[in-house]
């Protein structure tokens, strides 16, 4: 009964079919003969035909695949009549010789051959291929000339034809290709010059002759390419200035031309580049000064012009550039100050150049740098002590061979890689020096001491440091005797009104709330902070300084310090008093803890559990750590503190409002938990009160509990 189904054309392919099957040693005399009764059977065209052998017999198929029409093979598109119309073996380990009858393939658009191994030349009959859009031929073992036949394809939109070894020079045919969009020839061994008819190519977006040999100057006609966003002529043998006409590629986001031996000066028309955000023009010959007008080039993210000969002083209009976050001007002849108003920098190079003049700090100047070179310069004057203390994300530092003067600031120690080697650094190397860092990085600085006992003498014991612990420990001793007397006078006249219940602590528990004799608490604390010495300072607030101390039982901790004229202000002096009465009558999971305080004439502190992320502030700006905060941490970070403030208005008797809700009083315990801080603006709600609507705070963060918790209502999240 199937057998009736069948129609009488299709019974000759059956009857070849069952043969081929029982006949394996005879299979490629039966293929040839299955065309053949193919096409007098009517089933397919003599084209789908002549198309199916030309691509089996590349190889680039298994041979068992259905020879009659290769428009389901693998990677075969065609069109409604049958026609290929798209080749794709990208990716399949292909390897032999390019082989393919370009001549059967009339309404190719798209030959993908890319990522394998095939070798040989690129046959001239590719010029065949009147209808072909995009080649991509990149990424293979192919060698000899650019066919000049290529220069027929005009309606080639796409060429990719990088990572090879294709030699010999640019064909000038290249200009006849009007379509073209994209132009790659990277990574090969191409020499000659850049052929002129290459500004016909107004369509061109993107070029790409890095890594080859190409010799010969930059031709003018390149400012023609209006609609270029990206040229890449770096790494070749480039010689002559820079053409002036590359002012007029106006579109142009991405210019490399380094490691060539382009001369002259940095044209001024390169200010006419207004979209400009990349420019690589490093291992030149470049002479001359920057151009004041590059830096109206406010789109820059990368500048690169190091390891030239360009002279004079960095212009001051740099400072307009605040997109830029890669600047390297290393390895030149620039002389004057260093700069100090890029305020979105991660690297910065001005190595081995003549700047003088003093290390440039401001937090905000630093604040994102994760590199900075410095070193083989003039620069004098002493390491700035914040340095390294508020870049929190610096990882490498080089000072070496200048002549900074000074002591080394202890917190330079945590930057992972940092030199300071030949200055004329002084005095003891901090502790802890030698456990981060090897002893090379300091070599050259005879006046240093303490540690590396090889190279560096031991430090003499100064009379001035034993005035100095006598000075700072006397009055504390003597003060410790009236702490006692003194805390419950201080408690009556200044916690009358809060009625605070304090404990007095006997056993030396730091975790509970103490009188104002701290005894024990405070030897504790200055035993665990050196004194509160810089080494251990976290962070610096509008009012205080915040540090970081274990103590004798292991547990870590974190210190809020007045600063000494802050303390005497009665602002701030109220503040700290109204944190320590909200925060010691309320409890809550997502509210900082407030383990004890201390009130003494010379130090006012307040002492929190530690919190190991910081603030939301910090890792909101940290790009690995806002990473990490998923979208599941973040809701949880809402919850969280949309409860504490529930808590606060609404389970408080009487109510508090926190009125500074901002990122910066949001802390993170190491699980990403969140924890509300800083209650020194806070305000107990008389409920009777009429007052209720005084604004505190920071500004545009002002108590936006309700509003919170309602929306989270809503979307029944909480």
Not at 605 to 612: A, H, S
Request: with cysteine; hydrophobic share 40%; glycine share 8%.
């Amino acid at each position: 009964m199937a057998v009736s189904s069948l129609s009488i054309s299709n019974i000759p392919i059956v009857a070849w079919a069952i043969w081929i099957f029982l006949c394996g040693n005879c299979l490629d005399n039966a293929l040839h003969q299955l065309v053949n009764v193919a096409a007098a059977s009517g089933s397919i065209s003599d084209l789908q035909l002549e198309q199916a052998k030309a691509l089996q017999e590349t190889g680039w198929w298994p041979s068992s695949t259905n020879y009659s029409s290769a428009c389901h093979w693998d990677g075969i598109t065609c069109n409604d009549g049958g026609s290929v119309t798209s080749i794709d073996r990208s990716l399949q380990g292909l390897g032999g010789q390019l082989k393919l009858n370009f001549s059967f393939f009339p309404n190719l658009v798209s030959l993908n051959l890319s990522r394998n191994n095939l070798q040989g030349h690129i046959p001239l009959e590719i010029g065949m291929l009147k209808n072909l859009t995009i080649l991509y031929l990149y990424s293979n073992m192919l060698v000899g000339p650019f066919p000049f036949t290529i220069g027929h394809l005009t309606n080639l939109e796409y060429v990719f034809l990088d990572g090879n070894k294709i030699n010999g020079s640019i064909p000038p045919e290249i200009g006849m290709l009007k379509n073209l969009t994209f132009l790659s020839l990277s990574s090969n061994m191409l020499v000659g010059p850049i052929p002129s008819t290459i500004g016909h190519l107004t369509n061109l977006r993107s070029l790409y002759l890095d890594r080859n040999k190409i010799n010969g100057s930059i031709p003018s006609e390149i400012g023609m390419l209006k609609n270029l966003t990206t040229l890449d002529l770096s790494s070749n043998m480039l010689i002559g200035p820079i053409p002036s006409t590359i002012g007029h590629a106006t579109n142009l986001k991405y210019f490399y031309l380094g490691q060539n031996k382009i001369n002259g000066s940095i044209p001024s028309e390169i200010g006419m580049l207004k979209n400009l955000t990349d420019l690589f023009l490093s291992l030149n010959i470049l002479v001359g000064p920057i151009p004041s007008i590059m830096f109206h080039l406010t789109n820059l993210r990368s500048l690169d012009l190091s390891q030239n000969k360009i002279n004079g002083s960095i212009p001051p209009e740099i400072g307009m550039l605040k997109n830029l976050s890669y600047l390297n001007l290393g390895s030149n002849a620039l002389t004057g100050p260093i700069l100090s108003n890029l305020t979105n920098l991660e690297y910065l190079d001005l190595s081995a150049n003549y700047l003088n003049g003093s290390i440039p700090y401001h937090q905000d100047n630093f604040y994102w740098m994760r590199d900075v070179n410095l070193s083989h310069n003039c620069i004098s004057g002493e390491i700035p002590v914040a340095l390294g203390i508020n870049v929190a994300h610096l990882s490498s530092l080089d000072l070496s061979y200048n002549k900074l003067t000074g002591h080394i600031p202890p917190s330079l120690i945590y930057i992972k890689e940092i030199n300071l080697s030949h200055n004329s650094l002084k005095g003891q190397i901090p502790n802890g020096f030698d456990k981060h860092h090897k002893s090379h990085t300091l070599i050259g600085n005879r006046d240093l001491c303490g540690q590396f006992k090889n190279i560096f003498p031991p430090c003499p014991k100064s009379k001035k440091s034993i005035i100095t612990k006598i000075e700072i420990f006397a009055p504390i001793t003597t003060f410790l005797g009236f702490l006692v007397i003194g805390g419950i006078i201080l408690s009556r006249c200044v916690f009358k009104e809060n009625q605070l219940e304090l404990r007095e602590s006997k056993d030396g528990n730091i975790f509970s709330i103490w009188n104002y004799d701290g005894h024990i608490a405070y030897e504790d604390i200055i035993e665990a902070t050196e004194n509160f010495d810089i080494r251990y300072c976290i962070g610096t607030g509008g009012y205080g300084s915040v540090y970081k101390a274990k103590l004798p039982s292991g547990n870590v901790i974190a210190l809020k310090k007045l600063h000494q004229r802050e303390a005497e202000n009665p602002f701030f002096f109220g503040s700290f008093i109204n944190e320590v009465r909200v925060l010691t009558e309320i409890r809550h999971r997502n509210i900082v803890k407030l383990h004890g305080f201390c009130v003494h004439k010379r130090c006012k502190f307040l002492i929190y559990e530690y919190m190991e992320r910081g603030s939301l502030f910090c890792v909101l700006r940290n790009i690995d750590e806002a990473i990490e905060l998923d979208w599941s941490k973040r809701v949880n970070i809402i919850k969280g503190i949309a409860h504490a403030l529930s808590y606060m208005h609404h389970e408080c008797i009487p109510s508090i409002v926190h009125r500074d809700i901002s990122s910066n009083n949001i802390l993170l315990n190491s699980e990403f938990h969140a924890f509300i801080s800083n209650f020194g603006t806070a305000k107990l709600l008389d409920p009777d009160s009429s007052n209720q609507t005084l604004v505190v705070g920071t500004y545009s963060y002002i108590a936006p509990g309700k509003l919170l918790i309602g929306y989270l209502y809503s979307k029944n999240v909480i």
